[in-house]
Structure formats: structure tokens, C-alpha cells
Antibody, heavy 120, light 110 residues
Framework: QLQLQESGPGLVKPSETLSLTCTVS??????????WAWIRQPPGKGLEWIAN???????YYNPSLKSRVTISADTSKRQFSLMLTSVTAADSAVYYC????????????WGQGTLVTVSS | QSALTQPASVSGSPGQSITISCTGT?????????VSWYQQYPGKAPKLMIF???NRPSGVSNRFSGSKSGNTASLTISGLQGEDEADYYC??????????FGGGTKVTVL
């Protein structure tokens, strides 16, 4: 069974950069037709799609975050990452990584989520 | 991009059927079959319940079904059970290559 695990600091200061990594338990990040996404959920609020990178290397970003977000992958480590610059308290959220089968909406594997708080 | 519109809450008695709507535009729901639904319990990651409008992953109860008409997608839960009490989110691909979620619906079993 595929597992995804988010990692990164739980506390980030305002104006700094949030960096998270998602580690994938199998080779699907290199061998399959998948897209890898970051999704976040502020406490008590709904889900927000941030970005994804597909097996082709193509990246897509939420237009409202595009100027601050970068998604990248290190397939040799079976990892993909998120960088969000110039964070504010509004970026405090549980951040999830997830896998979607390309050319479908089948996003069937998610990490457990990691809480990131932006505070000085 | 604006979030898809879902009712904040829907309730029903055990055994009843309920339907959750998800309204978007021709740039998202109306223009794609890449619409999915997720169930989320407090403190847990979302779980895929429906993908590509009507498809159910293996292991998901056949009490859950999806449909779409125009710019509105719907999730129907039949034979409502206590374990169905959770938050539900719709998600759609957009014409810009991005994805957008609905605001979420809290389902209460009376």
C-alpha cells in the first residue's frame, strides 16, 4: 500500500519561506503516470489546492498563490517538495501531499498532513 | 479562482438518502468530467469517494453515487448511516489547468 509522508518545520516566522517535503514509499514517482499535489487546510476551514507536478514534469499552480509557490521533485529520493515564500498568518494550515492518476480526478492517496503555524 | 459552492450542512435520518450539491461554472464543473468527492473526518486526511463524476474506487460503499448536470455536480448518499457523519468536499479541474475545491458540507445523521 502506497504511503505518503509530509515533513518539515511546524513553525515558520512571518515573511520567511515555508518548505515541506513529501516522501513516497514506492517507485510510482518515477515509473507511473501520476501527478503529485500539495493541498492545505487552515484550522476549521476547507481544502485549498496549492499546486501539482505531473510525471511529464509539467507544473500547475493555484493562481492566487502562483507568485509565491514552487513545487519540485527529487525522484532519486522519491520526494517532492513545496516552497511558499513570504508567509503570513493566513498560510497557517495543515498541509497535505497527495497522488492523482494522470488524466483522471482519482486522487486516492494522501499523506496524514502536517500542521504548519506561521508566527513570530 | 473562486471555490465551488456547496451547502454548509445537510442532515438526514438513518436509512434516508441525502444529496450534496456542488455548483461551479462552465470553466470548471461544466467543462470537465474530472470531478471528485472526498469524505473527511475531524483530524484525518480526506478520503476519495467518487472520481470522474460517477466512478467509485474499490472499497467505497455503493451507497455513495455521483452525478453531474450542467455546472452542478452532486453526491448522493443512500441508506444513510451514522458512520457517514463527516465533512464532504467536491473538487473539479478547471480550464486553466488548476483544481478547485468546494467549501465543504457537514453531513449530520439525526
Amino acid at each position: 500500500q502506497l504511503q505518503l509522508q509530509e515533513s518539515g518545520p511546524g513553525l515558520v516566522k512571518p515573511s520567511e519561506t515555508l518548505s515541506l517535503t513529501c516522501t513516497v514509499s514506492d517507485d510510482s514517482i518515477t515509473t507511473g503516470n501520476y501527478c503529485w499535489a500539495w493541498i492545505r487546510q487552515p484550522p476549521g476551514k476547507g481544502l485549498e489546492w496549492i499546486a501539482n507536478m505531473c510525471y511529464t514534469g509539467t507544473t500547475y499552480y493555484n493562481p492566487s498563490l502562483k507568485s509565491r509557490v514552487t513545487i519540485s521533485a527529487d525522484t532519486s529520493k522519491r520526494q517532492f517538495s513545496l516552497m511558499l515564500t513570504s508567509v503570513t498568518a493566513a498560510d497557517s494550515a495543515v498541509y497535505y501531499c497527495a497522488r492523482r492518476t494522470a488524466y483522471t480526478s482519482r486522487r486516492d492517496f494522501w499523506g496524514q498532513g502536517t500542521l504548519v503555524t506561521v508566527s513570530s | 479562482q473562486s471555490a465551488l459552492t456547496q451547502p454548509a450542512s445537510v442532515s438526514g435520518s438513518p436509512g434516508q438518502s441525502i444529496t450534496i450539491s456542488c455548483t461551479g461554472t462552465s470553466s470548471d464543473i461544466g467543462g470537465t468530467n474530472y470531478v471528485s468527492w472526498y469524505q473527511q473526518y475531524p483530524g484525518k486526511a480526506p478520503k476519495l469517494m467518487i472520481f470522474d463524476v460517477t466512478n467509485r474506487p474499490s472499497g467505497v460503499s455503493n451507497r455513495f453515487s455521483g452525478s453531474k448536470s450542467g455546472n452542478t455536480a452532486s453526491l448522493t448518499i443512500s441508506g444513510l448511516q451514522g458512520e457517514d457523519e463527516a465533512d464532504y468536499y467536491c473538487n473539479s479541474y478547471t480550464s486553466h489547468g488548476s483544481w478547485v475545491f468546494g467549501g465543504g458540507t457537514k453531513v449530520t445523521v439525526l
